[in-house]
């Protein structure tokens, strides 16, 4: 059974503490992993950080990883998915299974375009269909994804 493995969210380079902390809080809310790659834009214990995830950092497994490529040698066996704008598939076309891991790159600049050049089938975006507006804000993107594979695994709904 799937239902105990955990769908695992991976912030590379994040740069805004609210956006980190508000994830954490996603994580603990949902089982999942939050894994931080990189040289983080703040410091672990930022007030601000620590504040968005409220109490609930004890529920929250975070793995610390020095590069998205040390992360993807340890779990190689692992389906990653990366999020960014500059792609054209929908994450509704993405079929998630437990233990997938969500990537998601810095606020400012997203993920590298040889990265997501490299991985052109597992490359997915959140439509925005209005057209005005350029991307989401980090943890309400990292929410709706995640979300949409608790969904289609059967753990919500």
């Given amino acids: 059974m799937t239902a105990d493995i955990p769908f695992n969210i991976v912030l590379v380079e994040p740069e805004i503490p609210p956006n980190t902390g508000n994830i954490a809080r996603l994580c603990a809310a949902t089982g999942s992993i939050l894994h931080l790659v990189g040289r983080l834009g703040f410091a672990i214990d930022d007030k601000h950080l620590k504040r968005a995830g409220l109490?609930?950092?004890?529920?929250?497994?975070?793995?610390?990883?020095?590069?998205?490529?040390?992360?993807?040698?340890?779990?190689?066996?692992?389906?990653?998915?990366?999020?960014?704008?500059?792609?054209?598939?929908?994450?509704?076309?993405?079929?998630?299974?437990?233990?997938?891991?969500?990537?998601?790159?810095?606020?400012?600049?997203?993920?590298?375009?040889?990265?997501?050049?490299?991985?052109?089938?597992?490359?997915?975006?959140?439509?925005?269909?209005?057209?005005?507006?350029?991307?989401?804000?980090l943890s309400t993107s990292a929410g709706i994804v995640l979300y949409e594979a608790l969904r289609q695994s059967g753990r919500i709904g």
Avoid at 89 to 112: K, M, N
Avoid at 116 to 134: E, Q
Wanted: charged share 20%; proline share 6%; aromatic share 12%.
């Fill in 55 to 137: 109490d609930y950092w004890e529920h929250v497994t975070v793995v610390r990883w020095d590069s998205l490529e040390e992360l993807q040698s340890s779990a190689s066996q692992g389906r990653f998915f990366y999020l960014s704008t500059k792609v054209a598939r929908s994450y509704l076309a993405a079929a998630f299974q437990p233990g997938d891991f969500l990537v998601f790159g810095r606020e400012t600049r997203g993920l590298p375009e040889e990265l997501l050049n490299a991985n052109p089938d597992t490359c997915i975006t959140i439509p925005m269909p209005a057209g005005v507006v350029r991307s989401l804000n």
